[in-house]
């Protein structure tokens, strides 16, 4: 697997500063979930993981562009609109992005950015880590991004649209990026659709590992 750490941003790009571009209204949905999935410690931030890095983000396709948590706000329990931001237009292979907002962009934009490009009707993207579904990536017969590439980067969506032209992926799906120690993408035309996705994975996993667990026993 590459090196690599956590939350380091590896595009370029401009980012316009401004505190008011988004409001309560516009992040309510995302925010919802994003609150979730940090409860269970699919996104977050611990001092034992990842060199105490915060880890996962969320967006949401709106109007013409995407609504995206911040980087490094994993620590946070709860969001607020200073906490998101607009990625406004992006350059895949050029590893370039705009946004606007009250803080950046995750460091993994780009990532979400190519899964966008791939179908109209995907309307969210949740980037979780979780061990358990990383590691039973080939068990569970996952579709997964190679060990080589690493996230945020043009290999990674070239990787991505590779994925999708491999697969015949629907608009709900799941997938890991084995370059990216515990990281699964999952995606859907509604966050409901993704987080159950998620769920309904790492459920699998947990059996599928129990499951091997016994028969060495
Ligand atoms: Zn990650």
Known sequence: ??????????????????????????????????????????????????????YGNISQRHAQHFIISGSQTGHLATL????????????????SLNSIGACKPSSEALTHASVYAQNPNINCVIHAHNPEIWQATHRLKLPFTDKEIAYGTPEMATAV?????????????????????DGVIAYGTNFSDAFHLLIDTLINSQLITAASTNHRA
């Not at 505190?19 to 979930?33: P, R, V, Y």
């Not at 649209?161 to 990216?180: K, V, W």
């Open 80 to 95: 607020t609109p200073q906490h998101y931001c607009s990625v406004t237009d992006n350059d895949l292979t050029a590893n």
């Open 161 to 181: 649209s590779q994925l999708f032209s491999d697969h015949a992926f629907t608009s709900n799906e799941i997938f890991t990026m084995r370059g990216h120690e």
């Open 1 to 54: 697997m590459v090196q690599e750490i956590e939350g380091v941003i590896k595009y370029h790009g401009h980012h316009t500063h401004c505190s008011s571009h988004l409001t309560h209204d516009d992040i309510n949905l995302i925010n919802h979930w994003r609150n979730l999935l940090h409860s269970l410690q699919l996104i977050g931030q611990h001092p034992s993981r990842y060199a105490g890095y915060g």
